[in-house]
């Protein structure tokens, strides 16, 4: 019979896609004195048991569901990670209420953001670009978000956006929605630190920026 804890682990499995062995440690067995070994006991449990898939050609292991569909060996393994890094990194600096990922909004050619997070009672898109885009590339893909937006589809306020990279790109328009850029989370969180600015009050619709 699964426990809650290992119900917990198999629902993150799922929402993440992939997870590495000392993420699950750190989100499900931070209480314990030996977490990893912990851990390690628990996930050979479910494996042996047929409860979860394994890829042991990284270290720390990955770990996914039954009902993921990503191989083993796929080049968004390292994308999936770094969405999985950026989730931890935000519980760190306040209430997140919601954290989806990869959330889809219509059929094909509509903008899918890496993560659609509600925090600190603010919604947020984030994009978590490892991958270097051109500036086209990322032009189409704003303008994919104004589409979005156009469709009505989203409740208001529509969600900031917020593109962590350690590329910077350019942006001139008049956008009716806040688009931020910064190479981590805790990053954007210290800028509006710096500046005494409440999340809640960073909605600025209509403003013409440009980022880089």
């Known amino acids: 019979m699964l426990t809650n804890r290992d119900k917990a682990i198999i629902k993150d499995l799922n929402k993440f896609r992939v997870m590495d062995r000392d993420s699950i440690a750190e989100l499900h067995f931070s209480n314990l004195k030996n977490k990893k070994d ?19 050609a990284y270290t720390p292991y990955l770990y996914f569901s039954n009902e993921s569909q990503i191989k083993k060996n796929s080049q968004k393994i390292g994308h999936f990670l770094a969405i999985l890094n950026t989730y931890k990194e935000v519980r760190q600096h306040g209430l997140l209420e919601s954290f989806l990922v990869e959330p889809k909004y219509g059929k094909k050619g509509t903008v899918e ?7 600190r009672n603010t919604p947020f898109f984030l994009e978590v670009q490892k991958s270097i885009y ?22 208001k306020p529509f969600p900031h956006l917020l593109i962590l990279s350690d590329q910077r790109y350019a942006f001139d328009g008049d956008y009716p929605f806040k688009i931020f850029q910064t190479e981590s989370f805790t990053k954007f ?12 009050n960073i909605i600025t619709p209509g403003i013409k920026i440009k980022i880089g």
């Open 189 to 200: 969180i210290n800028s509006l630190n710096q500046k005494k600015t409440p999340i809640s």
């Open 113 to 119: 953001p890496d993560i659609y997070m509600y925090f």
């Open 134 to 155: 051109s500036e086209k590339q990322m032009q189409d893909k704003i303008n994919r978000y104004v589409d979005l937006f156009n469709t009505g589809i989203i409740a």
């Open 38 to 56: 912990s851990t390690n006991h628990v996930l050979l449990r479910l494996l042996r048991d047929g409860h979860i898939q394994r890829s042991t």
